[in-house]
């Protein structure tokens, strides 16, 4: 087989909202350009003033930076590329693959609504498509016209597509295409095909949504004497009450993940596995779905949103994260909600402790309030209401073998046990009412990794304040 230098795009039209769905179209390519030591290019698709926004843009770019989904070229702005378009709509007019149409809007809808009630599917007919021995209508005066591209008539477009197989569209189902307005704009699918081309793109992946442009762009790219690019239409990505998802029925965007306590390797796993398979291997690194990726994997059929199983995979990442480094990443949440984590036990420490329980960052941020609070100021009354009279001299034991113990986990859980069968109660009895002492709460850790993390000095300082 011929060598072939892999280049891929993801190319976003920055027009607002950017849900997970939307960014396994950035995933997939870049995996297919990773795995094959090619290219991956972002082009933003933004000719569409009146809906693109800076802002969409700001979005997409963090997005993927926060997912790791690095670049090789780009962003490039089809805004900046406009000169370049008009020049390709002046040489196809040139060479006459393309030709001014006059018609009007009030003509075309004219010409829809007989179309319609003849039952046929609504096309422009050609009416200002120059043919050899055909004239043509007295040009309007005054009208600036719109520029169609000559689609060939007869035969059929044929793609061999990567998800879908192999698909056949007559191009008699093709009218010519609108490639510029009267103000000379260039429209949509033709920047694509002239970007594809110019970019040397190897390889479309994108949303199937697009999967009718398709024909179209193959027959623009042929004219102009390009050859087609792999194309592979990815089924769109539906929400977990299976509609499409948007904004409208719920769906989060990347930023809502990252602040809700999302594992960035946790997104890409998760969007990974929304589409494309690997025999069973639901959780795995980067790496490796890098090595893994193919596009013979890609599944056939829409995928559903599961925010359990991405809840679930993110509490496999924090669970094998690097405590350092997944310290480091909760701080910011424990700052959020007023945490000062200088005031207080190693906070390395106390994500270690807290990690194998957590789903998100803030859940661990949440756990960790507790090492970072002011030592309770029980009154009389809370004492003598949490924590019972017959367990005192259990207690006032357990206080006293603490403060000789050594300070670690084992040790402090031979204490316990030590103490448990002297006064024959169990831990509960004697767990509860130490948990209450220390944070005035009895929702904690296991309590002898407490008893590490919050010290010993201090725990045996606020432990003796109930002592009686
Ligand atoms: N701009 C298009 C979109 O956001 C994608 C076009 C393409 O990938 O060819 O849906």
Redesign the pocket.
């Known amino acids: 087989m011929r060598f072939m230098h892999i280049r891929t795009r993801f ?3 920055p027009t607002g909202f950017i849900h997970l769905g939307n960014l396994r179209s950035a995933l997939y390519p870049w995996a297919f350009a990773r795995h094959n030591k090619g290219d991956f290019i972002l082009r933003i ?1 933004d000719t569409d003033l009146e809906r693109s926004s800076q802002e969409a843009v700001d979005v997409i770019i963090e997005g993927m930076a926060w997912l790791g989904l690095d670049l090789d070229e780009g962003p490039i702005y089809q805004m900046q590329r406009i000169d370049r378009y008009r020049e390709v709509v002046k040489q196809m007019l040139d060479s006459g693959l393309a030709y001014p149409c006059y018609m009007s809007e009030e003509e075309l809808n004219k010409l829809r609504d007989q179309q319609m009630a003849s039952k046929e599917k609504p096309r422009y007919n050609g009416l200002w498509r120059p043919e050899p021995g055909k004239t043509l209508p007295p040009v309007p005066e005054g009208v600036s016209p719109v520029i169609r591209f000559k689609n060939p008539i007869g035969g059929s477009v044929i793609w061999n597509d990567a998800v879908k197989g192999q698909i056949e569209i007559s191009n008699d189902e093709l009218d010519d295409l609108v490639i510029a307005r009267p103000d000379g704009t260039p429209t949509y699918n033709f920047c ?1 095909v002239i970007d594809d081309m110019d970019m040397n793109i190897t390889h ?1 992946i ?2 199937d ?2 999967v009718n442009n398709t024909p179209r762009q193959i027959n623009i790219m042929r004219a102009l004497g390009g050859s087609p690019p792999v194309y592979a239409h990815l089924p769109t990505v539906l929400n977990d009450a299976g509609e499409k998802m948007s904004k409208r029925n719920g769906a989060m965007s990347v930023r809502d993940y990252q602040r809700a306590g999302y594992l960035p390797d946790a997104i890409l796993n998760y969007l990974a596995r929304l589409g494309w398979s690997h025999g069973d291997a639901e959780v795995f690194t980067k790496e490796q779905f890098v090595n893994w990726f193919d596009l013979e994997s890609l599944g056939r059929s829409p995928a559903q949103h599961n925010p359990e199983k991405l809840l679930w995979l993110n509490h496999q990442y924090i669970q094998n994260s690097d405590p350092v480094k997944l310290a480091a990443a909760t701080k910011p949440f424990a700052h959020e909600i007023g945490m000062d984590t200088e005031a207080g036990p190693d906070f390395v420490q106390v994500v270690s402790l807290l990690k194998d329980r957590a789903n998100t960052l803030i859940e661990i941020a949440e756990g960790a309030k507790l090492f970072y609070l002011p030592a309770p100021n029980l009154t009389a009354d809370q004492i003598k209401e949490n924590i019972a009279e017959a367990v005192m001299p259990a207690l006032k034991d357990l206080v006293e073998a603490i403060s000789t113990a050594e300070p670690t986990k084992e040790a402090y859980a031979a204490v316990f046990k030590q103490i448990l069968a002297k006064y024959q109660i169990k831990m509960p009895a004697l767990a509860m009412p130490v948990r209450y002492a220390l944070f005035a709460t009895t929702q904690t850790p296991a309590i002898d990794s407490v008893l590490v993390v919050l010290g010993k000095e201090e725990a045996v300082k606020r432990l003796s304040k109930v002592v009686r």
Request: aromatic content about 0%; overall charge negative.
């Open positions: 190319a976003p039209s698709e694509v479309v994108r949303g949504d697009h």
